[in-house]
């Protein structure tokens, strides 16, 4: 697949690099040229994709780390900081599902795991590499979220719930930053032929369903330079950037 965009000499942290939408998008962002600082608790997946990238000669730096490790998380930003001096993209894509549950039914340490991981880990990433993206001329933040985060279908509320907030952290953010050289914005990848998805719902054709390298083809240019858009919600279904606004 050839890269959209030149991301030659940059920088990009991508969390739940080590399968589906975030092992495609770091590699795609290898070949376009970006150091990829690639993030999973899967050594083995991580691994893989050490060798995909290096086979297609681009580098990376593999990071086997939990997102619920809010001190690693920490760690991790400093560690950054010190061999780089900044980061110029973050791809916050890891994430967890729970269980598809009415809500009264939904064990406390479930909640609490996806609550961890998709919103508190996310916080502390941001936290985290806020001061290196701001060093950087064009820093980009790309933060994954969920159709789910609308609808809120039933079955779906913690998932749902997490990814809302996801995206209400992505959206103040934005606002914190607009005038400056960073920009943020959410992604609704929409249904995708991954573990997570089949997972979600078990009955359904994969076949029917785009391939995780196709939706991270489209995600890839909102890590450019030239990218405006900020505060928004990019639809990959769709292509294009939407804006949010108050209930009706």
């Known amino acids: 697949m050839t890269p959209s965009i030149d991301l030659t000499g940059r ?31 899967t ?29 690693g998380i920490d760690r991790l930003g400093g560690a950054i900081n010190d061999r780089w001096g900044k980061l110029d993209i973050l791809v916050a894509n890891a994430g967890a599902l729970g269980v598809i549950s009415p809500l009264g039914h939904v064990e406390a340490k479930v909640f609490d795991k996806v609550m961890a991981i998709n919103v ?11 001061p290196l993206l701001r060093k950087s001329d064009a820093g980009r933040a790309i933060i994954l979220s969920s159709g789910a985060a609308h609808s809120a279908r039933a079955f779906w509320g913690p998932y ?12 103040s953010w934005a606002d914190e930053t607009k005038n400056s050289a960073l920009r ?10 991954t573990a997570m998805r089949a997972q979600a719902v078990p009955g359904e054709d994969p076949d029917t369903l785009p391939k995780p390298a196709e939706v991270a083809a489209k995600i890839l240019p909102l890590a450019s330079p030239a990218l405006t858009e900020t505060g928004k919600l990019f639809q990959v279904r769709n292509d294009r950037f939407v804006s949010y606004r108050m209930p009706e």
């Open 11 to 41: 920088i990009a942290l991508v969390t739940g690099a080590s399968r589906g939408i975030g092992y495609q998008i770091a590699k795609q962002m290898a070949a376009a040229g970006a150091h990829v600082i690639a993030v999973a608790r």
């Open 184 to 193: 943020v914005n959410s992604v609704d990848p929409g249904a995708t032929r």
């Open 160 to 171: 749902a719930a997490s990814k809302a907030a996801v995206e209400a952290m992505a959206r």
């Open 120 to 130: 508190t880990g996310t916080w502390r990433l941001i936290r985290s590499v806020d």
């Open 43 to 71: 050594v083995g997946g991580l691994e893989d994709l050490d060798d995909e990238i290096k086979k297609a000669g681009g580098e990376a730096t593999l990071v086997p780390l939990d997102l619920t490790d809010m001190a």
